[in-house]
């Protein structure tokens, strides 16, 4: 596999040894992707097993008690061991300290750490399997998961271990980009996937802790019976959900906001514009930060809580939605007479702003009181938290890892073969899960391993939707590695971007560039640099 | 550019910070937020803590008279030694003084393990009364309901906070070995301070548990 010059940091130092003590952030980036991507392949298999027991009404390959489980190892495993680590842990951890021209993360040592962290935890929530699983779902329900036989302490466990990884992370982070940038690059000179790291991180920071705490109180709960979360000893279940959600809500953001990222930086670059309303999109990733701890309560709905903390928390849900809607405005924006070229990682986002678009729309429905009563616990809610990490967070770091892919590896991917299967996902993601917005309302509950035959065909195309997919990503490995072999050798700057990461080698040195950086123009001056032969000129 | 070129780089200073106080700012902020984590940590328990005494309010104030308020009150009175000993620590570093910033070093790791014996004595107590979480609690005599929830937050909030002393001994022991190996100077002594605000938030999360726990009434 040739990978670029001598000097790359894939090459210097050598062997094995050289890798698992690296402190290089580049390296620990590339060891998160190979590890997430290990989990995303697991966690998408007993996807497809689900849907092949979901593609006729009757009992095909699973029990009701084994569909149970997959279904919680699925969902635990997509949450905590690929989608909340993805973006910030893999690519951010890559991109970051390069694109504000740092010769690292301030802490490498910390980073190494949350990377064996993080497997650590991997490995012990997986270990729930030689258990016999756990059937809660990866919310963890009380009273349930005090009283269920199964595998819960193993999992939560690994659950809490996998918080300190996160937090690291964050902590890493929130203290870079205050204090290593380049010279000149004030707060307003940084590229917006720094703010969205940033955002990100400080909700990893102060979220996780509360997730953690939690997990320790469910495992004493089920060790020693202290009553907190049960109420036949005086204990309120409610209160786990409080507790619970106070962390999840704003973990979906930890999960959208790398996303919303990426999506800044593929804009601007594939419509070669200065980007619309930057202060504006920066200010909203710090919005949603903010709003995202304020609205927990409407996983509650239907759970007991007050009818006035219903109401409060459902006004507070919708002014999430301006945040959000202020991005995809100036997304839009900077589109509008651009010089749009339709390469690969441009195409994800599209497809991200057209899927998240109608995630968080039905996210408002959710968000509604009355009609959350009705859709509550449906598959309109499957659809719509799918359309929102899938379509909205896979979707971005795919176009990242496409973006990124050449500064990585100094290897091009085969373009045609990316906007193939890029229409490949698209189409099987949406066969996949539109199908199941109109299930949900029209009632199928879910969870189900099996249903009344009246839902039989949408179930049956959803199934067919999920193949495709399957198949899309597929054929992604195949020309993606590939690409390491026999792909062309990338340029330095191979899509005309004004970030520093560009100006780093095509793949960077072990430290990054070759000079002490300096910031000399904004990060998306399009009308005012031009990108030459490599070298970026004044226009 | 750094106001240290290469040739002069001193040997503390980590290959990618431009110069000294670069790299002091990153730890001191990083340490602030792993602080604000630990907060939080505790934060959860604190919630527990508040919602379960307003819902039994009565049993709490019957339950917290078999906590021994002298020992809970000598602790409190050993960790603040404890964290001003540390303080000094630190002043003795920055000035220079090698030899009395291990002594104080020292003094802290010793009231730190006094702290943590006279807690040993206090469990040991407890638990042969059967004065235990859950569903090992056996103690009779205490009115009101769920009495077990009392020990339960006892024993969950001074055990975890317990855990950070213990950690942090660690820690300060080997703060002793690098002051003694002379790796801190007047220029150079950050561990020592990061270690220092980590042991003021160990106090001071006890100087919050003590009269919830031990005062309340
Ligand atoms: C490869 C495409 C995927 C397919 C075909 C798929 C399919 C499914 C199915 C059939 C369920 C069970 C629904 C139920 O019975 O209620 C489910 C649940 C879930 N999925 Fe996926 N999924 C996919 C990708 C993802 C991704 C990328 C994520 C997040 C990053 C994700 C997160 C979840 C979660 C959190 C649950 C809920 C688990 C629970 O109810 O406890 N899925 N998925
Ligand atoms: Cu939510």
């Given at each position: 596999?040739?990978?670029?010059?001598?000097?790359?940091?894939?090459?210097?130092?050598?062997?094995?040894?050289?890798?698992?003590?690296?402190?290089?952030?580049?390296?620990?980036?590339?060891?998160?992707?190979?590890?997430?991507?290990?989990?995303?392949?697991?966690?998408?298999?007993?996807?497809?097993?689900?849907?092949?027991?979901?593609?006729?009404?009757?009992?095909?390959?699973?029990?009701?008690?084994?569909?149970?489980?997959?279904?919680?190892?699925?969902?635990?495993?997509?949450?905590?061991?690929?989608?909340?680590?993805?973006?910030?842990?893999?690519?951010?951890?890559?991109?970051?300290?390069?694109?504000?021209?740092?010769?690292?993360?301030?802490?490498?040592?910390?980073?190494?750490?949350?990377?064996?962290?993080?497997?650590?935890?991997?490995?012990?929530?997986?270990?729930?399997?030689?258990?016999?699983?756990?059937?809660?779902?990866?919310?963890?329900?009380?009273?349930?998961?005090?009283?269920?036989?199964?595998?819960?302490?193993?999992?939560?466990?690994?659950?809490?271990?996998?918080?300190?990884?996160?937090?690291?992370?964050?902590?890493?982070?929130?203290?870079?980009?205050?204090?290593?940038?380049?010279?000149?690059?004030?707060?307003?000179?940084?590229?917006l996937m720094v703010w969205g790291l940033y955002a990100t991180a400080i909700i990893q920071v102060l979220a996780?802790?509360?997730?953690?705490?939690?997990?320790?109180?469910?495992?004493?709960?089920?060790?020693?019976?202290?009553?907190?979360?049960?109420?036949?000893?005086?204990?309120?279940?409610?209160?786990?959900?409080?507790?619970?959600?106070?962390?999840?809500?704003?973990?979906?953001?930890?999960?959208?906001?790398?996303?919303?990222?990426?999506?800044?930086?593929?804009?601007?670059?594939?419509?070669?514009?200065?980007?619309?309303?930057?202060?504006?999109?920066?200010?909203?990733?710090?919005?949603?930060?903010?709003?995202?701890?304020?609205?927990?309560?409407?996983?509650?709905?239907?759970?007991?809580?007050?009818?006035?903390?219903?109401?409060?928390?459902?006004?507070?849900?919708?002014?999430?939605?301006?945040?959000?809607?202020?991005?995809?405005?100036?997304?839009?924006?900077?589109?509008?007479?651009?010089?749009?070229?339709?390469?690969?990682?441009?195409?994800?986002?599209?497809?991200?702003?057209?899927?998240?678009?109608?995630?968080?729309?039905?996210?408002?429905?959710?968000?509604?009181?009355?009609?959350?009563?009705?859709?509550?616990?449906?598959?309109?809610?499957?659809?719509?938290?799918?359309?929102?990490?899938?379509?909205?967070?896979?979707?971005?770091?795919?176009?990242?890892?496409?973006?990124?892919?050449?500064?990585?590896?100094?290897?091009?991917?085969?373009?045609?073969?990316?906007?193939?299967?890029?229409?490949?996902?698209?189409?099987?993601?949406?066969?996949?899960?539109?199908?199941?917005?109109?299930?949900?309302?029209?009632?199928?509950?879910?969870?189900?391993?099996?249903?009344?035959?009246?839902?039989?065909?949408?179930?049956?195309?959803?199934?067919?939707?999920?193949?495709?997919?399957?198949?899309?990503?597929?054929?992604?490995?195949?020309?993606?590695?590939?690409?390491?072999?026999?792909?062309?050798?990338?340029?330095?700057?191979?899509?005309?971007?004004?970030?520093?990461?560009?100006?780093?080698?095509?793949?960077?040195?072990?430290h990054n560039f070759d000079k002490d950086m300096k910031l000399e123009h904004g990060p998306y001056d399009f009308?005012?640099?031009?990108?030459?032969?490599?070298?970026?000129?004044?226009? | 550019?750094?106001?240290?070129?290469?040739?002069?780089?001193?040997?503390?200073?980590?290959?990618?910070?431009?110069?000294?106080?670069?790299?002091?700012?990153?730890?001191?902020?990083?340490?602030?937020?792993?602080?604000?984590?630990?907060?939080?940590?505790?934060?959860?328990?604190?919630?527990?803590?508040?919602?379960?005494?307003?819902?039994?309010?009565?049993?709490?104030?019957?339950?917290?008279?078999?906590?021994?308020?002298?020992?809970?009150?000598?602790?409190?009175?050993?960790?603040?030694?404890?964290?001003?000993?540390?303080?000094?620590?630190?002043?003795?570093?920055?000035?220079?003084?090698?030899?009395?910033?291990?002594?104080?070093?020292?003094?802290?790791?010793?009231?730190?393990?006094?702290?943590?014996?006279?807690?040993?004595?206090?469990?040991?107590?407890?638990?042969?009364?059967?004065?235990?979480?859950?569903?090992?609690?056996?103690?009779?005599?205490?009115?009101?309901?769920?009495?077990?929830?009392?020990?339960?937050?006892?024993?969950?909030?001074?055990?975890?906070?317990?855990?950070?002393?213990?950690?942090?001994?660690?820690?300060?022991?080997?703060?002793?070995?690098?002051?003694?190996?002379?790796?801190?100077?007047?220029?150079?002594?950050?561990?020592?301070?990061?270690?220092?605000?980590?042991?003021?938030?160990?106090?001071?999360?006890?100087?919050?548990?003590?009269?919830?726990?031990?005062?309340?009434?």
């Open positions: 596999m040739y990978t670029g010059p001598e000097n790359s940091y894939l090459k210097q130092p050598r062997g094995l040894k050289s890798w698992l003590l690296t402190l290089d952030h580049k390296r620990i980036g590339v060891m998160y992707l190979t590890a997430i991507m290990f989990f995303f392949l697991v966690g998408g298999l007993l996807a497809v097993l689900m849907r092949v027991e979901l593609s006729s009404p009757a009992r095909d390959v699973v029990s009701a008690e084994l569909y149970n489980r997959l279904f919680t190892l699925h969902g635990a495993i997509m949450i905590f061991m690929f989608i909340i680590p993805s973006i910030p842990a893999a690519i951010g951890n890559f991109v970051l300290p390069l694109m504000i021209g740092a010769k690292d993360v301030a802490f490498p040592r910390l980073n190494l750490a949350s990377w064996y962290i993080y497997v650590v935890g991997s490995l012990i929530a997986v270990a729930s399997i030689l258990q016999g699983g756990v059937d809660t779902g990866w919310t963890f329900y009380t009273p349930y998961s005090t009283s269920t036989n199964s595998a819960v302490i193993t999992l939560t466990f690994g659950a809490f271990v996998l918080g300190f990884s996160s937090i690291f992370t964050g902590l890493n982070f929130i203290v870079t980009i205050h204090k290593m940038r380049a010279p000149g690059m004030t707060w307003f000179k940084m590229p996780t802790p509360v997730l953690g705490i939690t997990l320790v109180l469910l495992i004493f709960e089920r060790l020693f019976g202290i009553g907190i979360f049960d109420p036949a000893m005086g204990g309120d279940p409610v209160l786990y959900q409080h507790f619970f959600w106070f962390y999840s809500h704003p973990a979906v953001y930890i999960m959208i906001l790398p996303g919303m990222a990426i999506i800044s930086e593929l804009i601007a670059t594939f419509s070669h514009k200065r980007i619309f309303g930057y202060k504006a999109i920066a200010f909203s990733s710090l919005g949603i930060a903010l709003v995202s701890f304020l609205v927990w309560g409407h996983h509650m709905f239907t759970s007991g809580q007050s009818e006035l903390a219903a109401m409060i928390f459902s006004f507070l849900t919708f002014l999430v939605g301006i945040p959000s809607g202020i991005k995809i405005f100036n997304w839009v924006a900077t589109m509008y007479r651009g010089s749009i070229s339709l390469k690969t990682p441009m195409l994800y986002a599209i497809a991200f702003l057209l899927l998240f678009t109608i995630g968080g729309l039905t996210g408002i429905f959710l968000g509604t009181l009355a009609v959350d009563v009705h859709l509550h616990d449906t598959y309109f809610i499957v659809a719509h938290f799918h359309y929102v990490m899938m379509g909205g967070t896979v979707m971005a770091l795919l176009g990242g890892i496409h973006y990124w892919w050449p500064k990585m590896w100094g290897k091009m991917y085969n373009e045609t073969w990316g906007r193939i299967t890029a229409v490949l996902v698209f189409v099987g993601f949406n066969v996949a899960f539109f199908t199941q917005f109109i299930m949900g309302s029209q009632g199928m509950p879910r969870r189900y391993y099996s249903y009344p035959d009246q839902f039989a065909f949408l179930h049956e195309v959803s199934s067919v939707g999920a193949y495709i997919l399957g198949f899309g990503f597929l054929i992604m490995v195949i020309y993606l590695i590939h690409s390491l072999y026999r792909g062309k050798p990338a340029a330095r700057n191979p899509w005309g971007a004004l970030t520093m990461e560009w100006e780093a080698a095509s793949p960077p040195t072990t009308d005012r640099v031009e990108v030459e032969d490599e070298e970026m000129v004044k226009a | 550019m750094s106001s240290e070129s290469l040739s002069t780089r001193p040997a503390h200073l980590q290959h990618h910070f431009a110069d000294t106080y670069q790299q002091g700012d990153a730890a001191r902020l990083g340490m602030w937020v792993f602080l604000l984590t630990e907060i939080l940590l505790f934060g959860g328990l604190f919630c527990f803590y508040a919602i379960y005494r307003s819902w039994y309010p009565d049993m709490f104030i019957n339950a917290h008279r078999h906590l021994n308020v002298w020992l809970g009150g000598t602790n409190t009175v050993v960790l603040i030694t404890s964290s001003v000993t540390m303080a000094l620590a630190i002043r003795s570093a920055q000035l220079g003084k090698r030899r009395e910033a291990v002594y104080n070093l020292v003094a802290t790791l010793l009231l730190a393990a006094v702290f943590l014996i006279i807690k040993y004595f206090e469990y040991e107590h407890k638990i042969h009364l059967g004065q235990l979480p859950g569903k090992f609690y056996t103690f009779q005599g205490i009115a009101g309901s769920n009495p077990h929830v009392f020990f339960s937050v006892y024993f969950l909030m001074t055990g975890l906070h317990g855990l950070h002393v213990i950690g942090g001994m660690g820690v300060i022991a080997w703060m002793i070995q690098r002051t003694r190996r002379g790796e801190f100077s007047p220029e150079y002594y950050t561990p020592l301070e990061l270690t220092g605000l980590y042991w003021h938030l160990v106090d001071l999360i006890w100087i919050f548990l003590f009269p919830l726990l031990y005062l309340i009434g």
